[in-house]
């Protein structure tokens, strides 16, 4: 139970980052407490560039962890946009 509300903070923590990134605003502090989130970040930023983003059902080859912080940084980007 403590994993699961572990992971929607790091979730959390990693909206956070990818907003404040986008607004231009600093995220060093952030950044330099989570370095992993940073990495998913960037892998983000590169698959989607690459446009091999993980489709809906596309599971079964990627891992869960990368799965739910691209959809985190996928949700934050539409809704800043939409904004």
Do not use: W
């Not at 929607?8 to 909206?15: H, N, P, Q, S, V």
């Not at 983000?44 to 560039?49: A, H, I, N, P, V």
């Amino acid at each position: 139970m403590g994993r699961n509300r572990d992971g929607k903070k790091k979730l959390d923590i990693a909206r956070q980052i990818f907003i404040r990134a986008a607004k231009g605003l600093p995220t060093d502090k952030l950044a330099a407490q989570y370095p992993d989130i940073v990495q998913k970040m960037n892998d983000y930023f590169l698959c989607k560039q690459l446009h091999c983003l993980p489709e809906a059902g596309g599971l079964n080859d990627q891992y869960l962890d990368d799965y739910l912080y691209f959809m985190t940084f996928t949700k934050v980007e539409l809704e800043i946009t939409q904004s």
